[in-house]
């Protein structure tokens, strides 16, 4: 198995998944703004629902302090809060989940939303935001989505920064929906 490229395309099944006919959903965390800039260009391209997970503690973390709440968070198991999320996953076919990467996994707000949300035997893609590497994270993300239908995955290394690259990127992934 040879590594793929930051942003590289890797749908699972050859065939399309997504059409105009069907409803999707792109839930995701965002702390500085890269999965929300990520997100808001999917659910433009396919005209999904946007749901955006929020932790209840405001507190603005900026340069090392940001690193060390962040990684305390995952490595001590961390469950934050968040704010409450009108989301039934019933209501879609394909459901987009995106989050960024803190210390090699998702971040913990997305577990949170998880553990509250009951979401089975659903089509699920999902994106990565991060600024060094994905990790594990995504498998970390699969764990945590057992019993669904993993139809795409996609990670991008700074959004804001490479804006027009990920606007293609997205384009192109979209397409594999």
Known sequence: MSLLPYGTL??????RLWGP???????????????TFVARQIAKQIKADIV????????KRTGLA??????????????PEIKPVNFNAEAYDLIIFGSPVWAGSPAPAIKTF??????????????????GGAGRAMNKLKEMLT???FVSEIDFKYPIRN??????????????L
């Open 10 to 15: 890797r749908p699972r099944l050859p065939n």
């Open 21 to 35: 006919d069907m409803k999707a959903a792109v839930i995701y965390y965002s702390f500085e703004g890269n999965c």
């Open 52 to 59: 955006q997970i929020e932790i209840t503690d405001n507190k």
């Open 66 to 79: 940001k690193y060390l709440w962040g990684g305390k968070q995952v490595i001590l198991k961390i469950i």
């Open 114 to 131: 998880l553990s509250q949300t009951k979401i089975s035997g659903k089509k699920i893609a999902l994106f990565l935001c991060h600024g």
């Open 147 to 149: 019993g669904n239908e």
């Open 163 to 176: 804006a027009e690259s990920v606007i293609q990127k997205t384009e192109e992934w979209v397409k594999t």
